[in-house]
């Protein structure tokens, strides 16, 4: 399966170590380098280390299980995992949510021992992880949050302050903040105004009034009110102490945050997954709660667990799907289409075709694109990117422009030598007229060489030869007079 997009670009970050990036903390390029240092370029290279972590999970709900109550609950969570497809499906990508839940499970387990033993190797474990969650994604902040609730809601939780493991965690854990500190430094602060200024209306939409509904179908919805069961049954019970307290806070501490802030923030891109580490402490609670309820709920739970399990198998039959040529002719006429795994390959070796003929700067459109070919092109040469709105809206803007890889650093770079445009012509209509529209003036005597079009329409490419101009050039006024985005109109759409 090619790399998803966001997935390629990680890639390109990797190739370019750092303390971070525009878009995230280092260590998600830092494994994808790591890997590749071992098993070399390709898919393999880049994702084995998320998938040895994504395959690590299990086991790590399976010890929390075994800690709060005993050995058949820790294996019953650990089979209940597997069936949460949100979980059975973890670590067949490259992406930052692998080291980020696996880093919040091993928290949530060593704060599980350090608070009913005091021992000093667990709260050293606590800091550790969670200095490995700020390493990873912003996202760390709610595991915070929902410590603190614990710590400051139950008289459990109280009682940490006085234990001086607690501080050593999380003087442990601040040093996670390290990178993040030096490289917002280094970049004016250009991750943080991504995560918290960009990519956030920071205004209520109604439409985010779904979440449940979608958390139903990402967790399937037999097993999600299971789990809702198990939260509130853990809600009721908090006051009996461990591990009800940390179990219901802890939980509460990622669903309920996560569901609020929802509906005021981001939402164009895919985020089901973000509430799971709040669902892997209930996994643990169900086995338990099933010996001491009636028959109808421990029906309910085995349905949860084969019905999940039965949509952890139809999630790993769409990826299935997406890796064969067979299966994506199959998905080409559905609204399921793979569209960030598809088609790079074919671009990139149009590309290399047409490179081969005469030799050019390579130019995608937008980030994404570029990151596909280059990585498609092992790596051999650098893909510049044009200055895209897709650039911005995805926080990868800065981080070009660090690496001189927006139009600024290929004019500087190569002004008035040849260049080969690739430009992604399928994208949302409500997009298509801007970003095709501004590309004019980016490229000096555009001429249309080569197109493709795949999968039925779902996927077009168009090639354009001309030069690197030494200044931008002369925009229309009137968008659709651009040759880019007219051109763009004859390809046939789904």
Not at 22 to 45: N, Q, Y
Not at 133 to 138: D, E, I, K, S
Not at 423 to 445: F, N, P, Y
Request: proline share 6%; charged share 15%.
């Amino acid at each position: 399966m090619s790399p998803f997009g966001d997935e390629a670009f990680y890639w390109l970050e990797s190739r370019h170590p750092a303390w971070g990036y525009s878009d995230l903390p280092p260590l998600t390029a830092w494994l994808i380098w790591l890997g590749e240092r071992v098993a070399g370029h390709g898919l393999v290279g880049m994702r084995w280390p998320f998938l040895l972590l994504g395959s690590a999970l299990p086991w790590v709900v399976v010890a929390f299980g075994r800690c709060a109550f005993d050995a058949r609950v820790g294996w019953q969570a650990g089979l209940l995992c597997l069936a949460l497809p949100l979980a059975g499906t973890f670590g067949v990508m490259a992406m930052p949510d692998v080291p980020l839940t696996l880093a919040i499970a091993v928290a949530l387990h060593a704060l599980l021992r350090a608070m009913d033993g005091d021992r000093v190797r667990d709260w050293l474990l606590l800091g550790l992880a969670l200095a490995i969650a700020w390493m990873t994604h912003y996202r760390a902040a709610m595991a915070m949050l929902a410590g603190l609730l614990l710590l400051a809601c139950t008289p459990r939780g109280r009682a940490q302050w006085r234990r001086g493991g607690l501080w050593l965690a999380l003087g442990v854990a601040a040093l996670g903040l390290l990178p993040l500190a030096v490289s917002n430094w280094r970049q004016h602060g250009a991750g943080l105004a991504f995560q918290l200024v960009d990519r956030n209306p920071w205004r209520f939409h109604a439409d985010a009034l779904v979440q449940p509904i979608e958390q139903a179908v990402a967790c399937t919805p037999v097993l999600y009110v299971v789990l809702l069961w198990a939260l509130w049954q853990s809600w009721r019970r908090r006051g009996d102490g461990a591990p009800w307290d940390l179990v219901a806070w802890t939980s509460i501490g990622f669903l309920v945050p996560y569901f609020l802030f929802g509906l005021f923030a981001d939402d164009l891109r895919f985020r089901a997954h973000w509430p799971l580490p709040g669902y892997l402490p209930l996994l643990a609670v169900l086995p338990m709660l099933c010996r001491e309820t009636g028959r109808g709920w421990r029906v309910a739970t085995a349905a949860g667990g084969v019905l999940g399990g039965l949509g952890t198998l139809l999630g790993l039959g769409y990826l299935a799907l997406a890796a064969s040529p067979q299966g994506v002719d199959v998905l080409a006429s559905s609204k399921a289409f793979p569209t960030n795994f598809v088609g790079w390959r074919e671009s990139a070796s149009e590309a290399r075709g047409l490179l081969q003929r005469q030799d050019a700067m390579l130019v995608a459109d937008n980030f994404m694109l570029a990151a596909e070919l280059e990585f498609q092109l092992d790596g051999q040469r650098p893909v510049y990117s044009l200055d895209s709105s897709l650039n911005v809206k995805h926080g990868r803007a800065p981080q070009l422009a660090i690496w001189h890889r927006n139009e600024a650093g290929l004019r500087a770079a190569h002004a008035g030598e040849p260049m080969l445009l690739v430009v992604s012509e399928v994208m949302r209509e409500r997009e298509k007229l801007e970003r095709l529209g501004s590309i004019c003036g980016s490229i000096e005597a555009p001429r249309l060489v080569a197109r493709q079009v795949l999968f039925d329409g779902r996927k077009s490419f168009a090639y354009y030869r001309g030069r690197v101009p030494a200044a931008p050039l002369p925009r229309p006024s009137d968008p659709t007079q651009c040759l880019f985005w007219r051109n763009a109109q004859a390809v046939r759409q789904p």
